[in-house]
């Protein structure tokens, strides 16, 4: 031990006294700091229970003079910081040192203790070691009567004394309690004696119990401190399991909104297709499209603008199977329905459409039917669009009367064609 060295924490203190109790005292008189910046004197120690009574000291001005206020209280020695002025190792080993050899002494001459003042001299503030008068009698100095110590209450530091009396053959008994200062004063012999290698014993056990508390208490602080580590571990990977769930999700969010956004382009590049050059626009689907856009979608797009065409163009309305045949620029085609379904308006308008938004020639198209009045109402039907497309205000059409083909007769039913009649011309 360096005696050079000076201690001037709390921590420091207890380390280096080593659950030795003697160097205790050093602490009282000398000033301490709290760990939330409170400073007061030492007036108590308890090395046993690792406590400290310090008496504070507050000032406060009360018309315009300066009171201070004085109170005491106990705080554990791990809440303690700073001691001034502070300790020497010289002093504690010294002291240790003469304790030990004291200790040497009384065991080799077995010195006993036989009166209370004596006792209370030499076991100081340790309050446990009272346990040790239990069931000896003490003798009243100024009654001159002997009772039986029976109980010590470390908490209210009572005492309680049970005196016995006969008289006429007749036994009967006295509790009596003392506070601890007035029993010192008022009690002196003890019997039978107590040895200082008892109270060596009780001290040592003392010392392990406590000792056994501290570690108990280090180790259930340890095992708190792992178990928080684990906690404070977890929640941190939670939070970066977390963190990761949202990027991830950002990530595919954006991944989703880019293939929204490559979607709605290649749309919009299908639509001029359409537009430019319908009958490249398969292969431009195939080539550049399947990866976002399905052949169900495409279809879709497809038929819409056929429908959307026709009616711009021809004012003529097709449904989504009409649309698809019309539509149709690869292989062959067939279309297979009952009479009256719309097959010869479905053949007619694909020529027209062929025709006017592909820029097939007509002399490139051939539209066969199966006798003369079919393929009259097949020509009728493409002369009657192609005006239709041609007509700037009105469209008149001049017909025999008693010959108007099946055709016109739909025109009229569906009211696209007014009838004048033969004294108009």
């Known amino acids: 031990m360096n005696s050079s060295l000076q201690i ?3 921590q420091s203190f207890i380390q280096v006294t080593s659950n030795n109790i003697t160097p205790w005292r050093l602490l009282l008189g000398r000033n301490v700091v709290h760990a939330d910046g409170r400073e007061g004197k030492v007036y108590l120690v308890n090395p046993l229970g690792l406590q400290i009574g310090l008496e504070l000291t507050s000032k406060k001005i009360n018309n315009f003079k300066c009171q201070e206020n004085f109170t005491r209280e106990i705080y554990s020695a791990n809440d303690l910081k700073n001691i001034y002025p502070p300790l020497l190792y010289e002093e504690i080993a010294e002291l240790i040192q003469i304790k030990q050899e004291e200790k040497q002494i009384i065991k080799t001459r077995n010195l006993e203790i036989n009166n209370i003042q004596t006792f209370v001299r030499h076991i100081g503030d340790n309050c446990c070691l009272w346990q040790l008068l239990i069931g000896r009698r003490v003798t009243h100095i100024s009654q001159k009567r002997k ?6 209450n470390p908490r209210t530091l009572e005492i309680r004394v049970d005196f016995s009396f006969q008289n006429d053959h007749l036994k009967y008994k006295e509790v009596v309690n003392y506070k601890k200062d007035k029993f010192i004063k008022e009690f002196s012999e003890i019997s ?11 001290l040592d056990i003392l010392q392990d119990i406590e000792k056994a508390r501290l570690e108990k208490i280090a180790a259930e602080r340890q095992a708190f401190e792992i178990q928080e580590a684990e906690r404070r571990k977890a929640e941190k990977q939670e939070a970066e399991r ?25 749309l919009k590049n299908i639509k001029e297709t359409f537009e430019q050059n319908f009958f490249n626009a398969d292969n431009f689907y195939q080539s550049k499209c399947t990866e976002h856009i399905s052949l169900s979608e495409y279809q879709a797009e497809k038929c ?6 026709l009616k711009q163009h021809l004012n003529s309305t097709a449904d989504i199977e009409q649309a698809t045949a019309i539509g149709a620029v690869d292989g062959h085609i067939q279309v297979v329905a009952r009479a009256g379904s719309g097959k010869t308006f ?3 308008n694909r020529a027209l459409f062929l025709q006017k938004h592909c820029g097939v020639a007509p002399e490139q198209i051939l539209l066969l039917a199966f006798n003369r009045q079919a393929a009259r109402e097949i020509q009728e039907r493409r002369l009657f669009y192609v005006a239709i497309t041609r007509a700037v205000e009105h469209l008149f059409i001049i017909t025999e009367t008693n010959n108007i083909s099946p055709f016109l007769e739909d025109l009229q039913k569906s009211n696209l064609i007014s009838t004048l009649g033969s004294d108009v011309l």
């Not at 009772?147 to 010590?152: C, I, Y």
């Not at 039978?192 to 009780?202: A, L, N, T």
């Not at 990761?244 to 991944?255: S, W």
């Not at 819409?304 to 065409?309: K, M, T, V």
């Open 346 to 348: 479905t053949l007619v």
């Open 147 to 152: 009772g039986r110590f029976s109980a010590w």
């Open 242 to 266: 977390q963190k990761a769930q949202i990027l991830e999700a950002n990530k595919q969010k954006q991944k989703v909104e880019k293939r929204k956004a490559e979607k709605q382009a290649l």
């Open 192 to 202: 039978p004696s107590i040895s200082y290698e008892e109270i060596f014993k009780s």
């Open 304 to 309: 819409n603008y056929i429908q959307s065409w």
């Open 8 to 10: 001037d924490n709390i």
